[in-house]
């Protein structure tokens, strides 16, 4: 059933998410965020499925972060890293293999006889391909877990066969306060390598690993990129774990609807140009139970089928009961990449951040063209059925947008910020926003528990504002603020040795007057040396803007803030509010989007955007007669 063609269908409305994040890290080394997303789809029956896109919106979890040592092809190499166990021993940094083999998974059993030990393993997917022995980490008791007297953790060392999967398990120590069996797992399985240096253009492309040794990775490069450019010496990467439909949802059961293909919910994925069949097709999956099975083979274990990063799904509900969805994983902080498909194909994408975001923010106006000779671009047209297509569900119907071409042309995105609400209720008011800036004529050099006062005559700014100071320095002072030399030795006042001070950063304004503000919670650090570089600022105009554009307002425990960039010669000059929303308890988020997205029947207006929800995604259509595969750089629009 190829239902994606169908342009009006059963569909639930897009619901409420929730995006919980906690600062603790993964593993104790990468330092991310993790995060939940809850994503909640109404019933529907096998008959009147409710289908829904569905992402994740967080990535899998990271594995490894280091330099490049070497590029040949697509091969990268790593230097050897410090033991875990002994950090003066160099070895090393991966396993072979274990990057791109199928991960086993198996269950604890626990001992007959009440002993609350773990007896043994049963198998439950050998795995493949694995060249060298994977660790098994066993989870800890589920109970009896207060002290270190009444609990020991279970461990478990795998054996191999030869043909790279796990023929058995040897139990080396039980372990003790065990009153339910506890998670297995088995390390192993798909991932991606990406590029983290904050520096590059290239910055959150990934790549698919396909092969690897002890210190290096082979990637899939279907784009035949320049791998050599994208991964230089030097340059920092992170290696994290490709989502599955089984690591993604269960493997061995699910919050779906479980049974037979009459009955069980199903996951549509779209089909990748490596699988066999037209790329252009929708793939059923559905889990019975014990497994998750194609709807053209149900006698196979799709568990291990590999979702990309930028890619989402469609679930379709088929009980009569709503679902709360909840998916877990590491929150992304930083901007990614799309693939755009190729002429006369199509892809579903995924929105990669835990937000809402607007559609401007997803294809970007760097990635927009009006040109047939620009292959990789995104075709913006005037006309629908010439330009690139993109298709949204909003309120149970496919509504389909295009780009005519506004605003393509930003070099410098504009930016602003707002303060917590001051109108009824958390609405917000003109007062609440600013992109102003000024130069600083003196700082204060106050102790610790006193905030450094800024001089900045006729500023503007209001309590609650946060501002960047950039520029700033002075000479540096000791604790009882007395100029100091290098050697840390007094000096006569305008002798001190100069430095950045501490004010350079984003602070929250406070105690303002009409020529001066604080910086809240700042201590100084040197005496102000005024050289005319010393600014402040809560916004800029940018540059490139043909036209009005549409602002929206993100966070702060508001909703429905709006407003319109108001553009003049190129930049955007004032931020009007067009709905002021409410519950802006702290300050929102100010983002301006490029605009120029147009939605069949609707007419056309230049500011015209559209929300993608957190935990969704859109449909690409490619019409462009000559647009090949390429990638697109998404920003992440909060950094």
């Known amino acids: 059933m190829n239902f994606i063609a169908q342009h009006h269908l059963h569909l639930c409305m897009l619901c409420m998410f929730c995006l919980w994040i906690q600062c603790y890290s993964n593993d104790g080394n990468t330092g991310d965020f993790v995060g939940s997303i809850s994503i909640e789809i109404p019933a529907g029956t ?5 289908y829904k896109i569905v992402s994740p919106s967080l990535k899998g979890q990271p594995v490894f972060r280091g330099l490049v040592d070497s590029v040949v092809d697509n091969n990268i190499s790593f230097s050897r890293v410090p033991d875990l ?18 991960q086993a998974r198996a269950n604890s059993n626990l001992d007959s006889d009440g002993n609350l030990t773990v007896a043994s393993l049963t198998i439950t997917y050998a795995g493949l391909d694995y060249q060298v022995t994977p660790e098994v980490v066993i989870d800890l008791p589920t109970e009896g877990n207060q002290t270190e007297i009444n609990y020991d953790i279970a461990q478990v060392e795998a054996k191999l066969d030869g043909s790279g999967q796990i023929s058995s398990f040897d139990v080396l120590n039980g372990g ?27 910055t959150g492309k990934f790549f698919r690993i396909i092969s690897n040794s002890d210190a290096n990775v082979i990637v899939d490069n279907n784009l035949s990129e320049s791998i050599g450019s994208i991964f230089t010496p030097n340059s920092p990467v992170e290696i994290f774990k490709a989502w599955t439909l089984g690591s993604l949802f269960g493997y061995d059961s699910t919050s779906f609807s479980e049974g037979n ?38 006698d196979n274990d799709y568990g291990d089928v590999v979702i990309p990063p930028d890619e989402a799904m469609i679930v379709a509900r088929r009980l009569n009961l709503p679902l709360d969805l909840t998916l877990s994983g590491t929150v992304r902080t930083q901007g990614t990449f799309i693939e755009l498909p190729e002429v006369n194909q199509r892809a579903l994408i995924n929105n990669p951040f835990g937000l809402d975001i607007m559609l401007s923010d997803l294809i970007p106006p760097s990635s927009l063209t009006k040109s047939y000779a620009n292959l990789s671009g995104w075709l913006a047209n005037e006309s ?5 297509n993109v298709l949204i569900l909003n309120n149970g119907v496919w509504e389909t947008f295009w780009h005519d071409g506004t605003n393509m042309g930003i070099t410098e ?7 917590a609400g001051s109108g009824i209720g958390g609405s917000l008011a003109q007062q609440d926003i600013s992109m102003a800036s000024g130069n600083i004529s003196h700082m204060t050099n106050p102790s610790l528990d006193d905030n450094i006062t800024v ?3 006729g500023h503007g700014l209001r309590n609650g504002f946060v501002v960047k100071i950039e520029g700033a320095t002075g000479y540096k002072t000791d604790n009882n603020k007395l100029q100091v030399d290098e050697d840390g030795n007094n000096v006569l006042s305008g002798e001190g040795l100069l430095i950045e001070s501490a004010a350079n950063g984003s602070f929250l304004v406070t105690n303002c007057t009409s020529n001066t503000f604080e910086l809240d919670g700042k201590s100084g650090n040197c005496d102000f040396y005024d050289d005319g570089n010393a600014f402040w600022s809560t916004g800029s105009s940018g540059a490139g803007y043909s036209s009005d554009t549409m602002v929206s307002f993100v966070g702060g425990g508001g909703s429905g803030g709006k407003g319109i960039a108001k553009v003049d010669s190129g930049t955007v000059t004032s931020i009007l509010i067009t ?8 300050a929102p988020n100010l983002l301006i989007h490029s605009g120029g997205w147009n939605r069949m029947g609707a007419g056309r207006s230049p500011s015209n955007d559209f929300t993608v929800p957190a935990g969704s995604g859109i449909l690409l259509l490619r019409n462009h007669t000559s647009g090949i595969a390429a990638r697109v750089s998404i920003r992440n629009p909060l950094e």
């Open 176 to 202: 003790r306060g065990y009153s339910f069996p506890p998670k297995v797992t088995i390390e192993g399985g798909p991932h991606y390598l990406r590029v983290a240096d904050l520096d590059s253009n290239h």
């Open 85 to 102: 166990l002994d950090p003066t021993t160099l070895s090393n940094p991966f396993k072979p293999g274990m990057l791109a083999c199928k």
């Open 413 to 419: 995105k504009a930016y602003a910020t707002a303060r």
């Open 579 to 586: 709905d002021p929303g409410a519950g802006y308890v702290e």
């Open 455 to 457: 001089t900045s005559v």
């Open 384 to 388: 629908q059925e010439l330009a690139d």
């Open 46 to 50: 096998p008959g009147s499925p409710y």
């Open 261 to 298: 293909d009459s009955v069980a919910d199903y996951v549509y994925i779209l089909k990748s140009s490596g699988q066999d069949g037209t790329p252009n097709d929708f793939v059923p999956y559905f889990h019975d139970g014990t497994a998750w099975r194609a709807v053209s083979d149900i």
